[in-house]
Each structure stands twice: as C-alpha cells, then as structure tokens.
C-alpha cells in the first residue's frame, strides 16, 4: 500500500513540474514565447541581391541566418554598386529572393513595384514581430502612401556633431545646439583656427564638400525635371561657396574622420556615433554631441538619421514566406544583439527597448528627429554625373582658395561647367 501510495505521488509530483515547466514555457520565462517562435525553414537556396561584399554579407547576415536555420544556403549577387539596381535588366536576371538596400534605392524600388507588401505577413495570427515594438520612424519611412510596409531595417545609423567643451570654454563661446543648421556651425569654425588648431574636422571639411553637403541637407534642387536641365539658384550658390573658400582660407577646417578631435585639436567634428567609444577611452578633455544639422526651413528633421540595411522581399520571389522567416529572425532581440557587435558604422537596433543610448551615453535628442527622406539634388542624377560634378567643383573652388577668381567668377564657372557636363552625359546616353 505503502509503495503505491509513494508511486501515485511520484507520478502527481512529475505532472506538477511538467505542468509548471509548460506554463513558464508558454509565459515566455523559459525560452521562446509564440510571438518569437520561428518555424524552421528546410533545404532551401535563397538568391539575395546587396550593396555588401559576398565576405561582408557573411559576416554581417549570413553566417548569423544560417546558425539559425542550418539547411539554408545562399546565392549571393553583390551589386558592388547600388544604382545598379535601377538597372532594369541587372535586377531582373539576379532573381533575387532577399533584397538588402540602402534607403534611396529602396525608394526607387518601392515605387516601381518591384518589392513585396508585408502587411499580409504582419497580419497574420502566428506572426513572429509586433511593429509597435519598432522604432516609429522606421514603419513611417518604409511604407508606401497606402501604408503598406514594403521594407524593415534591423538598424538605425546615427551621426551628429560632438564638440570639445574645453576649447569652446576657453574662448567663451556658447556650445553648438540641436537646431543648427550647416551655415551656422561651420561659422563657428573660424573662432578655433590658430596654428595646428582646427574648428571643423568631417569628411565635409572640404570647399567642394560643404557646398554639395549644404545642397543635400537643404535639398536644393540642381535639376530642373520638366525642361531636363540643371538649375542654379545664384543667390544660393553664391552664400554657399563665399562660405567655403573662406573656411579654407581662414584655415579653420581640415578633413579626417576624428583623429585631430581625439587629441584635442579641432573643436568639432562630424561623425557616427561609433565615436563615442573611441571618446571614453581618453580622458584628456570633456566633450558632448548634438544632432546632425538641418535645413533651416525643417529644423525637426535630420539626414543624420539613415536606415542603411532595408530588407525586402522581391515580388517575383518563388520563395516569399521563407524570405519573411529570414527577416522576421533578424529583427528579433537575439540578432539585435548580434549585429551590435558586428556594428562598424555607427547604428543602433531598432527595437524600441534598445533606442536611446549607445556605449552608456544619452542620446535621445539624437533620435527624436524625423528622418530625412525628401528627394534631394542628387536623386535623379547619375553616380557618375555627381562625380564629375565633385571634382569640377573641386577644381573651381580650389582656385577661389588662391585668390585667383571672385565669388561671382566661380559662380559663373560652375554653372557653365556643369551644364556642359550634364549635356555630355546626355548626349551619351541619348
């Protein structure tokens, strides 16, 4: 009696912990809850089309996906160059399942129709992610005017200005601010230029640079669509490029990606936020950072925000429901945590339980900006047009710096310039 009475017990004790086990389970406390499940995807090559290296894509994706779902292989087509996209024929012959995409390219082919709609996905009841757990800037970015969402990014990339508070102290000048627009920063630049001191370091701390920045962050339009031909508003041009040579004279600029900041010899610099890790290593002065600058007719919005991984699926994909699988599972916590280790430019995930700071540091009002995504000068423009366009302004500039021509000179040089160039490049194409 004894020994059957022990039994029942044993037998009542194992279906508790086996009921406690299932409860916590399915409470989400032990493993994955059902909103985070994924279903396993089975022998499946998938064909994706990115901008990255074949090794980069590796690195970044594919080795992190294929740890998940082991029976998964890849075809993958590197673009090397993302307006190859636009090419029609290139992107029909890669038959791309995945689509990774930088955000201009993303636009184009968001409006050709050639990318998925992710609502039915979203909308299902099994489904693996809950949109308000993202970034609202993200849904609101990567849907189309009918709302329907064509694209996800696992990542936001952040830059803004950081300024070193010990030199801006020393010559009692007020700190820079979030509201700033490119004319006013760089205007005070010219307070910190004595000897190897600079104000302005940033792969924009060139004449050629700050002009084509302050086009792109100010979307001024250099092509006029209906007579399809460039436009030059003087009155722009001329503030833009007395600006520039006079920086370059004045000495208060120098190019470079954070080296002289770091050791304390140029009051601002523009970077990812990527810097800040370098920044709390050294312990040498204090410093802060502000938002990227706007336009100052659209202070709330920043080109400092940028989604530079938009994942698709091609319409004519034969494998779309594994597709989502694939996306699905890399915006999940668990590959938020992988890819900030393998984070090289600065971005943080876009779940957001994750938004608001990066290495320890306070950066809401980095992010509390819309992003920028209004067509700029560049958007109907070809990469090499905008190449050849860089270094004629290059050229001109750099004879402005020398005094050898007027503000007024070189405005009549680029416009006559680049008007050639555009008609050459039509030509050719035509």
């Given at each position: 009696?004894?020994?059957?009475?022990?039994?029942?017990?044993?037998?009542?004790?194992?279906?508790?912990?086996a009921l406690l086990l299932s409860l916590?389970?399915?409470?989400?406390?032990?493993?994955?809850?059902?909103?985070?499940?994924?279903?396993?995807?089975?022998?499946?090559?998938?064909?994706?089309?990115?901008p990255q290296s074949e090794e980069t894509f590796y690195q970044y994706y594919g080795?992190?996906?294929?740890?998940?779902?082991?029976?998964?292989?890849?075809?993958?087509?590197?673009?090397?160059?993302?307006?190859?996209?636009?090419?029609?024929?290139?992107?029909?012959?890669?038959?791309?399942?995945?689509?990774?995409?930088?955000?201009?390219?993303?636009?184009?082919?968001?409006?050709?129709?050639?990318?998925?709609?992710?609502?039915p996905y979203l909308q299902d009841s099994t489904k693996e992610i809950q949109l308000d757990d993202y970034y609202d800037q993200m849904k609101e970015v990567l849907s189309n005017e009918s709302g329907e969402l064509l694209g996800l990014a696992p990542q936001v990339a952040v830059s803004g200005i950081f300024y070193n508070k010990d030199l801006f102290d020393s010559i009692q000048v007020d700190y820079p601010t979030d509201q700033m627009s490119w004319e006013q920063l760089l205007s005070l630049s010219n307070r910190f230029a004595d000897g190897d001191r600079y104000g302005f370091e940033g792969g924009e701390a060139t004449p050629q640079h700050v002009v084509m920045t302050i086009l792109a962050t100010n979307k001024i339009r250099l092509l006029d669509d209906q007579n399809q031909e460039l436009i030059f508003?003087?009155?722009?041009?001329?503030?833009?490029?007395?600006?520039?040579?006079?920086?370059?004279?004045?000495?208060?600029?120098i190019e470079g990606t954070g080296e002289h900041f770091l050791?304390?010899?140029?009051?601002?610099?523009?970077?990812?936020?990527?810097?800040?890790?370098?920044?709390?290593?050294?312990?040498?002065?204090?410093?802060?950072?502000?938002?990227?600058?706007?336009d100052p007719l659209h202070t709330e919005l920043s080109s400092g925000l940028q989604f530079n991984h938009v994942l698709s699926i091609n319409q004519e994909s034969a494998n779309k429901e594994e597709v989502w699988k694939i996306i699905a599972y890399l915006m999940s916590e668990e590959s938020a945590d992988h890819l900030q280790t393998q984070d090289y430019i600065g971005s943080l995930p876009a779940l957001t339980s994750k938004l608001g700071s990066y290495s320890g540091v306070e950066i809401n009002h980095l992010i509390q900006k819309k992003v920028d995504t209004r067509r700029g000068y560049y958007d109907d423009l070809s990469q090499g047009f905008q190449e050849e366009f860089g270094?004629?302004?290059?050229?001109?500039?750099?004879?402005?710096?020398?005094?050898?021509?007027?503000?007024?000179?070189?405005?009549?040089?680029?416009?006559?310039?680049?008007?050639?160039?555009?008609?050459?490049?039509?030509l050719r194409e035509g």
């Amino acid at each position: 009696m004894y020994y059957i009475q022990k039994h029942k017990n044993n037998i009542l004790a194992w279906f508790s912990i086996a009921l406690l086990l299932s409860l916590l389970t399915g409470c989400g406390l032990l493993g994955e809850s059902t909103k985070e499940k994924i279903e396993p995807i089975t022998n499946k090559e998938l064909t994706v089309l990115t901008p990255q290296s074949e090794e980069t894509f590796y690195q970044y994706y594919g080795n992190h996906i294929m740890s998940k779902f082991p029976s998964v292989t890849f075809n993958v087509i590197s673009s090397n160059n993302d307006s190859l996209y636009e090419d029609e024929r290139f992107f029909e012959d890669s038959h791309a399942d995945l689509i990774i995409s930088y955000l201009p390219t993303f636009r184009n082919l968001r409006e050709t129709d050639r990318i998925e709609s992710m609502n039915p996905y979203l909308q299902d009841s099994t489904k693996e992610i809950q949109l308000d757990d993202y970034y609202d800037q993200m849904k609101e970015v990567l849907s189309n005017e009918s709302g329907e969402l064509l694209g996800l990014a696992p990542q936001v990339a952040v830059s803004g200005i950081f300024y070193n508070k010990d030199l801006f102290d020393s010559i009692q000048v007020d700190y820079p601010t979030d509201q700033m627009s490119w004319e006013q920063l760089l205007s005070l630049s010219n307070r910190f230029a004595d000897g190897d001191r600079y104000g302005f370091e940033g792969g924009e701390a060139t004449p050629q640079h700050v002009v084509m920045t302050i086009l792109a962050t100010n979307k001024i339009r250099l092509l006029d669509d209906q007579n399809q031909e460039l436009i030059f508003n003087e009155k722009d041009w001329l503030k833009m490029i007395e600006l520039a040579v006079n920086l370059q004279k004045q000495g208060g600029l120098i190019e470079g990606t954070g080296e002289h900041f770091l050791k304390g010899k140029s009051a601002m610099l523009s970077s990812n936020i990527s810097m800040i890790p370098k920044l709390q290593q050294q312990n040498s002065f204090s410093w802060g950072v502000v938002s990227y600058p706007s336009d100052p007719l659209h202070t709330e919005l920043s080109s400092g925000l940028q989604f530079n991984h938009v994942l698709s699926i091609n319409q004519e994909s034969a494998n779309k429901e594994e597709v989502w699988k694939i996306i699905a599972y890399l915006m999940s916590e668990e590959s938020a945590d992988h890819l900030q280790t393998q984070d090289y430019i600065g971005s943080l995930p876009a779940l957001t339980s994750k938004l608001g700071s990066y290495s320890g540091v306070e950066i809401n009002h980095l992010i509390q900006k819309k992003v920028d995504t209004r067509r700029g000068y560049y958007d109907d423009l070809s990469q090499g047009f905008q190449e050849e366009f860089g270094e004629m302004l290059k050229s001109v500039l750099e004879v402005g710096v020398k005094d050898e021509k007027s503000t007024e000179q070189m405005y009549k040089e680029i416009v006559s310039q680049g008007s050639n160039i555009y008609r050459e490049e039509m030509l050719r194409e035509g």
